[in-house]
């Protein structure tokens, strides 16, 4: 077998150099941590960028799809199929919305929001050229339309010219959402926990502010959820804890627990905008994919999670708190549940580097943050031993 460094060494002569990747080559998983094909162990602290909220290799959710691998993996949409069906009921059901749409992806998500707001404004109104708002430091994917309304503009400028009608808002400032509305406004899309962008929450008067802008003005909200939603932030849904309800939202990531795959969903009103030939797509939804749904979805409440994220949110939060007063170099802490992070007034990369090495896997958001998005199954031991690293880097690096 190759060595890490000869799998390293192959892997960037064939792959597109798209990504900073650290220098491992990951084996497999179990529960909290990852191994190495050197067999080294690592504790997980990103869950593959928030992803595998049940942690690896869960039994129960591994034999549900070795169950449907051996039913039947795709059929096409043409037709229907038990998982997908089921998978839909269940979604809709913890979300609140009435009918779903089932994607390969997040960024695919994105954009079927996006389509589907643009419908409902031209059934609404008899013109094309609905617009959106979008917010400053905002995350929505790479794909032309998602990237357009992403609100980095570094990400975006390589790429233009993107899709238009796009308008971009100050995050928790009302008034600025207020000025870039006009009459062909048709949506506002917000993370109401941004995930890149820093780990920045909504305050709770900004978001039911931008629901009653909306309200007044006849305009969907759309809430991408796909980092912060699937019980990262203690409710199932992030809006669910501010007690606002969107028209649309989008899900991804923990949704599969590493399966691909990404859903939409609105409310009927919202939902019947759509009529067959204004969306598809050839793999989204399949069997095989909504299996892994179905049980992501049962195994949260079998091992309750949310119970669970609401009890070491709390304990994480403070221990992160704790460290904060003993570097002057961190200079904010914030986030929700189990989506939380530390804001540094130096570069991150080698705090991570350092973690890295000594078996804490850990991630920014942005150079100069570090994000904590570990498994949704996350003990309080973890969180120490967390720490512990952590501080042992930070004593050895500052």
């Known amino acids: 077998m190759s060595s890490m460094k000869n799998y390293i060494e192959e892997a960037n002569k064939v792959l597109m150099r798209t990504y900073n990747r ?70 809709a059901y913890v979300s609140g919305m009435d009918r779903v749409f089932f994607t390969n992806s997040g960024t695919e998500a994105v954009e079927g929001a996006v389509k589907l707001a643009r419908k409902y404004y031209y059934k609404k109104t008899g013109k094309a050229g609905g617009e959106i ?7 929505h994917g790479r794909s032309m339309g998602a990237l357009s309304i992403t609100g980095t503009k570094e990400y975006r400028e390589a790429f233009e010219p993107l899709i238009g009608g796009v308008r971009f808002a100050e995050f928790n400032n009302l008034d600025s959402v207020k000025i870039n509305i006009n009459e062909n406004t048709c949506a506002v899309i917000l993370e109401p926990v941004q995930g890149e962008g820093g780990i920045y929450p909504a305050t709770e008067e900004f978001i039911k502010g931008v629901r009653r802008l909306c309200d007044d003005n006849g305009i969907l909200l759309i809430f991408d959820e796909i980092q912060c939603g699937m019980g990262r ?66 195994l949260y409440e079998e091992l309750n999670i949310l119970e ?39 570069p991150v990369d080698d705090i991570i580097a350092c973690a890295l090495d000594s078996g804490l896997v850990l991630i920014s958001a942005g150079k100069n943050v570090i994000r904590f998005i570990p498994p949704l199954i996350l003990e309080k031991k973890n969180v120490d031993d967390m720490i512990e690293i952590l501080t042992k880097c930070l004593d050895k690096l500052y």
């Open 22 to 91: 650290y220098p491992v080559v990951l084996d497999h998983g179990k529960g909290m941590h990852l191994y190495d094909v050197d067999g080294k162990e690592y504790l997980d602290f990103t869950a593959g960028i928030a992803v595998f909220a049940l942690g690896y290799n869960n039994e129960k959710y591994n034999k549900a799809l070795k169950h449907q691998l051996d039913t039947l993996l795709h059929t096409s949409n043409y037709f229907y199929s038990v998982p997908t069906v089921e998978a839909a009921k269940k979604l």
């Open 133 to 139: 708002i979008s917010f400053e430091r905002s995350f």
């Open 233 to 298: 932030t203690g409710s199932m849904f992030s809006y669910q804890s501010y007690g606002v309800k969107p028209d649309i939202i989008t899900c991804a990531k923990a949704l599969g627990c590493g399966v691909p795959v990404g859903a939409f969903a609105a409310t009927e009103e919202v939902a019947k905008a759509f009529e067959p030939g204004d969306h598809g797509t050839t793999y989204g939804g399949n069997p095989f994919v909504t299996a892994a749904v179905n049980a992501v979805l049962d």
């Open 308 to 346: 669970n994220v609401n009890t070491v949110g709390p304990y994480l939060s403070l221990k992160l708190n704790e460290i904060m007063t003993k570097y002057s170099i961190i200079k904010e802490h914030r986030g929700m549940g189990l989506m939380q992070c530390l804001e540094f007034s130096v």
